[in-house]
């Protein structure tokens, strides 16, 4: 095993030799900060592409008729292109911000066990790099955007989330775990399986379960909370 000689062949390996990355990248936890960089421009790509492309007067038509009657002034303040694109980069930034630093504090705690202990900041360079695939997932976005010629909704927009496959309506109770809930999953559960195993001596089983379970928590939890509300 060679670690990855510099910030971009780490970005490489992630997708080819993931081992060969965190290898690196345990030396070298500064270099996070190209992947998290490109994790944020990913949703600027697919959020301006989407605001280039869409109707407006179609987008406010359907957004009025799915959420509800929506005043005059209401939709003169808000429902314009520059509010809503800010509206969605805003909340993807933040969105992708907090599961990384949440996954970060998960693995921190949840490998205690092991006798390789490391520090939040290694984790949280990790993390960065485990998210990356998003970055992938936006670029196959923007690309269905600009080839697709009929008009979507923003909460179907995205194809890292599973709306992107289901496309359910603005006001159904269950587009909002549709649109958060990462149709890249099983990647970032496959990456965080080999950062565990490259830098733990915890067994396979273990390993596996650190990376499944927050998951599949926000799965059967988020759901459990609509259905009771």
């Known amino acids: 095993m060679t670690p990855s000689k510099n910030p971009i062949i780490a970005i490489i390996d992630i997708f080819r030799s993931p081992i060969e990355c965190f290898a690196a990248i345990y030396e070298r936890p500064k270099w996070a900060i190209l992947p998290y960089l490109m994790i944020l421009l990913g949703s600027f790509i697919l959020w301006g592409s989407y605001f280039n492309h869409v109707d407006m007067p179609w987008l406010q038509q359907n957004i009025q008729a799915q959420l509800g009657n929506i005043g005059e002034n209401v939709q003169q303040s808000w429902l314009t292109r520059e509010v809503l694109l800010a509206g969605e980069v805003f909340s993807d930034i ?46 196959a976005s923007y690309i269905n955007i600009v080839f697709n010629h009929k008009n979507i909704l923003p909460n179907a927009a995205d194809l890292n989330s599973f709306n992107g496959l289901l496309k359910l309506p603005m006001n159904n109770r269950w ?54 509300a």
Do not use: E, N
């Open 175 to 228: 587009a909002a775990i549709a649109t958060t809930m990462p149709l890249l999953a099983p990647w970032y559960i496959a990456l965080t399986y080999a950062a565990v195993s490259a830098w733990t001596d915890l067994d396979r089983a273990k390993a596996i379960i650190i990376a499944v379970l927050p998951w599949v928590l926000t799965i059967i939890i988020w759901p459990l909370l609509i259905i009771s």
């Open 94 to 139: 933040t969105g992708r911000t907090v599961v990384i630093f949440v996954l970060a504090l998960w693995l921190k705690l949840a490998t205690k066990g092991s006798q390789h202990q490391h520090s939040y900041g290694k984790w949280l360079a990790a993390v960065c790099f485990i998210m990356l695939p998003s970055f992938i997932g936006d670029i």
